[in-house]
């Protein structure tokens, strides 16, 4: 699968248009960026603080983005250095993109490979680029969603560039009050 992104945050896809928080990785949890948002953006205003997560929306070209972060609880490893770990989800409404899942991984995903991510006695498989993870399509994007909302934690296993797995346990606590803040403040058409 061959994924090119462009300056928009859209990513071609197979035929399909997938957009892809261009920024996800800057936002630090309860902190502000430490760089300026994307082209058109405004600044980021939280939602609030739920348990673990943290909700936050913006506007893009004068359109409503919402999304909610979470660090993992524990990051297991034999790696040297990592950058920031998160698990997102994002709504987009004037794209009509809702639960779109994403992992940042704090460092290179090896080329070609997959992420898992373990919810609740079920497995997903996520595809990667460069230090990024997302769900193959929107169906499982909700099916995901779906999944972490019934769960208590997520755990998402994945391979460095440089051949080191990692696993990272991120608790959903507070998941599903930020999941509810996102969608009250970007709702579905």
């Known amino acids: ?12 896809i197979t035929g399909m248009m997938r957009w892809i928080p261009p ?8 902190l ?3 760089t300026p948002l994307a082209a058109g953006a405004q600044e980021m205003t939280a939602l609030g603080t739920f348990g673990k ?9 004068g359109k ?6 979470a660090k993992p609880d524990k990051s297991e490893g034999s790696y ?16 009509k993109a809702f639960d779109v899942l994403s992992v940042v991984a704090g460092y290179q995903y090896k ?7 373990a919810a609740g006695g079920q497995t997903f498989t996520l595809f990667t680029n460069a230090d990024r993870a997302w769900a193959r399509d929107s169906k499982t ?18 391979t460095s560039s440089r051949n080191t797995p990692t696993t990272d346990t991120v608790s959903l606590t507070g998941f599903s009050a930020a999941y509810k803040a996102i969608g009250d403040t970007c709702k579905k058409p």
């Not at 409503?64 to 972060?69: F, G, L, Q, S, T």
């Not at 080329?111 to 991510?117: A, I, M, Q, W």
């Not at 994007?141 to 994945?158: E, H, M, N, P, R």
């Open 53 to 61: 997560w943290v909700a936050y929306t913006y506007t893009d070209k």
């Open 64 to 69: 409503p983005v919402c999304y909610m972060a």
């Open 1 to 12: 699968m061959r994924v090119l992104q462009g300056g928009t945050g859209f990513s071609k």
């Open 111 to 117: 080329p070609d490979s997959d992420v898992t991510l």
């Open 80 to 95: 040297k250095a990592r950058g920031e770990v998160q698990l997102l989800v994002t709504h987009r409404p004037a794209e």
């Open 23 to 30: 920024f996800a990785a800057m936002a630090a949890m309860g």
């Open 141 to 158: 994007d909700s099916a995901v969603v779906q999944q972490l909302i019934k769960s208590s934690t997520a755990v998402i296993k994945g």
């Open 32 to 34: 502000a960026l430490a």
